[in-house]
Each structure stands twice: as structure tokens, then as C-alpha cells.
């Protein structure tokens, strides 16, 4: 961390921004939970990294809406593995790292998935923001999928730097997506990945001030969906398909999220990082479901291919 | 494939061997369950791999015995990628590989899942035979797992090329380890790569033999085993610990097992590499079982570090 001074540094307050979102949609799960006739438990863990800096972990378990949900913040620092930071942006392997992640898995079937996430980097003298937020529903509404798409279309339009919305829409179909299965983990959402603010202090003002908003735009663009799908009526297959979509889950997040693969090979917390892995997954040999069904009408979405890549995306980190 | 002759080709014996294998673990399989009252219906599905060859999987689903379980044999040749190409042992792209591979998860949390593996390969002018088998218990029962080794023990005693038991069973051990857990997947059998039979028929031969006959052993590891366990009375608890415990055999298997990390990277058929997948599988935050419980008692053995690594070890395939 930098020297104590009477002005909080920009890590200060980026960590702090982080801690706070953490706070405001923690206290929207907590409301949601309430509302529904829950106590709103929440246990919280603050842990320190062994190589500097530390976390608060949040986590619902068996709620009555949610079944299994983290909010983690981190705010860590030190040196880089050799090998790790050549896979980042930026020189040497001083780092400083914050950011807030959460993974929702509501109990209901009918209710989605979500995931989101905000972070602000250093490496050597670069720096910068990455972030997003995608919808996993097991079953397809698509007025649930306007809704999240246009709470985030009006997310970005409200922030210059961000002001490029089906460039962020695309990044997210192109990075949610499971090549072995020709699927996409779901119906997207949002994703940039190293804006980077060298030498650009007003820039990186803009961009702290967007994640701060970011808390706000999270439960806009969740909350109603999970209100409305949360008492829907549903069967043991409907729950079995829902297990099924969860073992997707499981397979996007161990095989090729960046995230997850980095933190389990590197120094993470176990615990925190796989705060993101379902509470029930389940897998089923040869399992396509029949032609006309809503199960088959959901994969037939995500098997849409993915927007071709710009050239050079999908690199940093 | 090479020419057609009247005598078979080493290839075409090695993959005739691989199937037989097939068939005789599906035999013994199907007898445990017929034996326990079930129909030992299996599902068979012949493939063709689009670069070259082919396989026959075998799956059984909810049966009396057997949850999930699956026998596949593989029969494949052509080009390998630039990048599997430089991770293999050997020159250049021409490949050929034979194998047969399983994994059965039990429906009774007492009776242990296990996994085994034979295959012959060919890379450029390079020839070597790999191989091996495990068992994951969720519940420790120290005569299982002694009659585990003590087959396998007698196994390699029996092969020239094998008589090496302690090294081929601390290869296991350090092989199925979870680094981000500190744990072992199970209690370990036996696991040896890379037994090249470069220049040397008679090598070939004996290693061929050697697999002919792991059916025989591999029916007799598992077993008594799980005949002995198959009816033990369970509570829904353990049967949620087991559910845990899959939770990491699926956290092995797509983040560290070489063949379904190559599989999925590359051109393999999904549903037959992924037939290693539990049939359900949980994770639960911070879920540590409390002392002196069984389930304690099984994480501090698979907590035990496994044994160092000798120099060199751990490369090939």
C-alpha cells in the first residue's frame, strides 16, 4: 500500500469504492431475502493474503430466494509470480489489485443465475479498470433478457468511457462462451477488460465514479427479474434442468475463466475464489432435451455462435 | 491406420486389446448389477472422430449399483495440432492412439468412485504405453483401500515392465492432487506414463500382455469392494458429503487431469471425455466437517502431502 497521507491516494479510494458496492448490493440481497419472509443471514469472513492486502468474503447460503450467493472484495498487493506477470498488462511485478465479484444462484429454476464484476489494476507504472455483469438463466424469458441488456445500455451510455455499448455486449458473448459445448454460458450482459487510464487522471476518475454507480445499476438490472421468477411455480425436472445448466456453469468457470483458472493456480483464497461454483451441479450422458420444450428453446439461444472477435480482443486480462 | 495384412499390425492388436478390455470390465459390471437386482442396461454409442478413427462409449445410468458410470475405448489417428504436438513426447504431427478408460461413481456413499486408464500411443517414430487406477473414496475404510493396492501390487509384480510398484503408486499420489486444496483426490492405486517401447518389440509385447490383463485385475481391485458396500444404509447427510466430495472430483478432473484438459482443448468427443463426470456434485462454502467425524477422518488422510516427486517426474503425455 502507499504511505498513510491526509489525502486518501487513488488505491484508497478505488478500495474503498469497492468495499462500498459491496455494502450497497449486500444490502439490496439482504432486502430481497427479507421481503421474501427470510432473516437475510449473511456470513462474512475478512481474510488477509498471505503476499499482502486481504478481503472481505460475504456469502448467503440456503436463503429463501437465493440458494447459494458471494460478494467478495478484495484489496491486494505485492509481487507477481514470473509467470503470471507476463500474462499481464504492464512491466515488472509489483501489483495492486481491488475489486468487488459476486455469483448469484437463486433457488428457483425459473429465477437466473448472475454474475458481476468490477476491478481496478496496477502493474508496474499501467493501470486500469476491467468489469462486467451476465445473466445464466436455466430457462428463457425474454423480457428478463431486455431488461438486463437495457439497464446496462443505460449504464454505459451514462458514462463516456464506457459510451460504446454493443462493443461491451459482444466482449461479454464472446468471453461467457464454452467452445467444447458450442454454447454460450448464457444470454450475456456486459464486459471490458483493460481501459486503461495511464496518464490519464480524469479518465480514471470517470471510470471509479462508473463502478461506483455500478452498484445501483447491478440491482436495477437484477432485482426485478429475480422478484418475478423467484415464486414461480416449478417441477423436479425443471430443478434437474436447472443442476444440468449449473454443471455448464461449473465447466465455463474451471476451464476457462481467467479469474478462477489464475486464482486457483496462484495464491488465492480457495474458498473466495470458488464462492462462484453452484451449490448443486449435476451431469447427465448425452442429455439433449427434446425438440419443443423450453429446455430445448434455451439452447438453441445459446447456441447461436458468438459475435466474431475485433482483432486483437480477447487478450489482457 | 497402416496397410491391411494378413497379419494384424501391432496397432491393430493394441486397439483389439483395448476393446476386449471394454468388454470385459462391461461384463463384470453388468453382473454386479444383474447380481444386485438391476437389468445392467447399457447404452452403447459407436463415434467417429472427424480428423481420424473413432471409439465405442458405454454408459450405465441410474442403475442399482452404479449411479453413473462409463467405459469408453478410443481408436484414434491423423494430425495433432502444433501446440499437442510440442506437449507429447515424439517428432512431429502423425499420431495414433488406443485406449480404454472408466469411471463409475456408486450410487451408496460407502462404496468408492474409481477411475482407470490403459493406452498405447504412437507420436512420429516414438511408441510408449500409459496406464494406471484410482480410487476416491468419500468415506475411509482401511480394507478397502488395502485391497486396492495389494491387487494393483500384484499386478505390477506380475509385469516385468511394472515391477516397480512403490514408484507407480506414489506417481498416483502425486498425479491426483489438488494443489488449490492441499488434498489427494483418493487414496490413490497405481499411475505410470510414458513406459516407452522405443526399438524394442519384445518390450511391446510384454506391456501388451500386461494390459490384456488389467481387466482381470482391474475386476478384482474394485469389486469385492464394492459388493461389500453397495447396501450399506446411508443418511441423506452422507449422501450430501459424497456430493461434496464429487464437488472436488469434478475440480480435479477440468482443472489438473491432462486427458480432459487436452480433450476439451482440442477435437475430442464432449460427451465421452466428460462421461468421467459425477452425477451430481455440491460445493458449499467453508464446509469443513467437524472433528472426529468420519468425514474428518477421510479429508485428513487425503490431506497427508503426497510423496516428492522424483527429479524429472510428472512431464510426458
Known amino acids: 500500500m502507499s504511505e498513510p497521507s491526509p489525502t486518501p491516494s487513488f488505491r484508497e479510494r478505488a478500495a474503498a469504492v469497492m468495499m462500498a458496492l459491496q455494502d450497497e448490493i449486500c444490502g439490496g440481497l439482504i432486502a430481497l431475502e427479507r421481503d421474501a419472509g427470510g432473516d437475510g443471514a449473511v456470513r462474512e469472513d475478512a481474510w488477509e493474503r498471505p503476499g499482502g492486502g486481504g478481503g472481505r468474503s460475504r456469502v448467503f447460503a440456503d436463503g429463501v430466494v437465493l440458494e447459494k450467493a458471494g460478494v467478495n472484495v478484495s484489496v491486494v498487493h505485492g509481487e507477481l509470480s514470473e509467470a503470471f506477470a507476463r500474462q499481464l498488462p504492464g512491466d515488472g511485478r509489483q501489483f495492486f489489485a481491488t475489486g468487488t465479484s459476486l455469483v448469484l444462484h437463486p433457488q428457483n429454476p425459473h429465477a437466473p443465475t448472475v454474475h458481476a464484476n468490477f476491478r481496478y489494476l496496477e502493474h508496474g507504472e499501467r493501470r486500469w479498470f476491467g468489469g462486467g455483469a451476465d445473466l445464466t438463466p436455466s430457462y428463457l424469458y425474454d423480457d428478463d433478457s431486455a431488461h438486463f441488456h437495457a439497464t446496462w445500455q443505460a449504464f454505459c451510455a451514462a458514462h463516456p468511457d464506457l459510451d460504446d455499448w454493443p462493443r461491451w455486449r459482444d ?36 471510470l471509479l465514479a462508473a463502478v461506483q454507480a455500478a452498484g445501483a445499476a447491478f440491482l436495477a438490472a437484477y432485482l426485478p427479474i429475480v422478484t418475478r421468477r423467484k415464486d414461480t411455480a416449478f417441477t423436479a425436472d425443471e430443478r434437474a434442468w436447472q443442476e444440468l445448466r449449473r454443471g455448464r456453469y461449473v465447466e465455463f468457470n474451471l476451464v476457462y475463466d481467467r479469474g478462477t483458472v489464475f486464482g486457483l493456480k496462484t495464491d488465492g483464497r480457495v474458498e473466495s475464489i470458488l464462492m462462484s461454483m453452484p451449490p448443486r451441479a449435476r451431469w447427465a450422458y448425452m442429455a439433449e432435451p427434446p425438440e419443443g420444450t423450453p429446455e430445448a428453446r434455451l439452447l438453441a439461444a445459446l447456441r447461436e455462435p458468438p459475435p466474431a472477435a475485433a482483432a486483437g480482443d480477447r487478450g489482457g486480462r
Not at 467452445?179 to 495511464?198: M, S
Request: proline share 6%; hydrophobic share 30%.
Open 171 to 206: 466482449e461479454c458473448d464472446r468471453y461467457f462462451y464454452l467452445p467444447h459445448r458450442g454454447e454460450r454460458r448464457g444470454v450475456g450482459g456486459i464486459f471490458f477488460d483493460d481501459l486503461t487510464v495511464d496518464g490519464d487522471p480524469a479518465k480514471a476518475e470517470r
